[in-house]
Every structure is written in structure tokens, then in C-alpha cells.
């Protein structure tokens, strides 16, 4: 298992932003993905953004000119930055890691957007 530690999540007014970051530890080596999912209970986990070996970004059309995702290869960290958030973007947010093929999520952040 490749730990991943989520921070970051809360309750936020509509309009408002939040940042998300995840801690990996262990090797940077093998690792071809990096991103965030997110789920709302009784739904499919869906992709929110991706970064690939190709260092290109991926995002969700849902979240497309809202969220921006970054990292820190030196710290092994990945980050969401969530602005203009939506009560539809309220879920559980997973950070997500591909490592010499296999993928791992986090425990999840709870994001709650209020109207």
C-alpha cells in the first residue's frame, strides 16, 4: 500500500474555495498518474483531475475554469484548488495515485458546499 493522506476539506459557502492537499508517501518512482476523484453517496466515483506522465491535465467538464490542480514532486504532493464551488460539488473528495501500474485512493476529504 502506498499511504495517501487527504487535508484540506470542510464546509464552505457557495462561491467560496477551498484548497485540498494529499501527502504520499514512499517512492516517487513508477508513478504515471496523479490526480482527484470524488463520490456523493449512492453515485460512481468520478474523475475531478488527472495529471499524467505527459505532465498534461485532465479535468472533469464539471470543474473545467473552477478547479486547479498542482503539485511538488520534491514534497510527493498533489493539490486541488477549488474555487467558485457549487452545492453539486459537494462529495467526498479521494486523492488518487497510479504506481508501477496499480492505483491507490486516500481515505477521502468531506467537501460540503452550502447555498
Known amino acids: 500500500q502506498v499511504p495517501l493522506v487527504e487535508s484540506g476539506g470542510g464546509l464552505v459557502q457557495a462561491g467560496g474555495s477551498l484548497r485540498l492537499s494529499c501527502a504520499a508517501s514512499?517512492?516517487?518512482?513508477?508513478?504515471?498518474?496523479v490526480g482527484w476523484d470524488r463520490q456523493v453517496p449512492g453515485r460512481s466515483r468520478e474523475l475531478v483531475a488527472r495529471i499524467t506522465t505527459g505532465d498534461d491535465t485532465t479535468y472533469a467538464d464539471l470543474v473545467k475554469g473552477r478547479f486547479t490542480m498542482s503539485r511538488d514532486s520534491a514534497k510527493n504532493t498533489v493539490y486541488l484548488q477549488m474555487n467558485s464551488l457549487k452545492p453539486e460539488d459537494t462529495a467526498v473528495y479521494y486523492c488518487?495515485?497510479?504506481?508501477?501500474?496499480?492505483?491507490?485512493w486516500g481515505q477521502g476529504t468531506q467537501v460540503t458546499v452550502s447555498s
Open positions: 514512499g517512492s516517487r518512482l513508477g508513478i504515471t498518474g
Open positions: 488518487y495515485l497510479r504506481r508501477f501500474g496499480r492505483e491507490y
